[in-house]
């Protein structure tokens, strides 16, 4: 591939940290997204409800697209994505989560998230 080809292409590297307040939510909705989906063929199905009912990770991870965080971008098109979710321990005062100043920031006044990247 020339370099001109090359440069078309962006890997954008996202991490997120989430709390989850409730647990069973996050699984419920999970198990309903595995059903509602027709095109999962039985054996797969049966693993992703097991995966989902033992690991909240892992009913996140099902819930999360990275296709949803492209999709409405002009002039993107989404070539390969891969993503996984675990637990963690967090500590927001451990100086290993300090933001720097391309990091997302909440705004006091409004609630909303921005952030620079």
Same mark, same amino acid.
């Given at each position: 591939?020339?370099? *001109? @080809?090359?440069?078309?292409?962006?890997?954008?590297?996202? @991490? &997120? &940290?989430? *709390?989850?307040?409730?647990?069973?939510?996050?699984?419920?909705?999970?198990?309903?997204?595995?059903?509602?989906?027709?095109?999962? =063929?039985?054996?797969?199905?049966?693993?992703?409800?097991?995966?989902?009912?033992?690991?909240?990770? $892992?009913?996140?991870?099902?819930?999360?697209? =990275?296709?949803?965080?492209?999709?409405? &971008?002009?002039? &993107? $098109?989404?070539?390969?994505?891969?993503?996984?979710?675990?637990?963690? #321990?967090?500590? =927001?005062?451990? =100086?290993?989560?300090?933001? #720097? @100043?391309?990091?997302?920031?909440?705004?006091? #006044?409004?609630?909303?998230?921005?952030?620079?990247?």
């Amino acid at each position: 591939m020339s370099t *001109e @080809e090359t440069s078309r292409f962006v890997r954008l590297r996202v @991490e &997120v &940290v989430v *709390e989850v307040d409730d647990a069973n939510a996050v699984t419920a909705e999970a198990l309903r997204r595995i059903a509602g989906d027709a095109e999962l =063929p039985a054996d797969e199905r049966a693993h992703a409800e097991s995966a989902v009912t033992e690991d909240t990770a $892992e009913a996140l991870a099902y819930l999360v697209d =990275p296709f949803d965080l492209v999709s409405g &971008v002009p002039g &993107v $098109e989404l070539q390969q994505a891969s993503w996984s979710s675990e637990q963690i #321990d967090y500590d =927001p005062d451990s =100086p290993d989560w300090d933001l #720097d @100043e391309d990091d997302v920031v909440e705004d006091d #006044d409004d609630d909303r998230v921005s952030g620079t990247g």
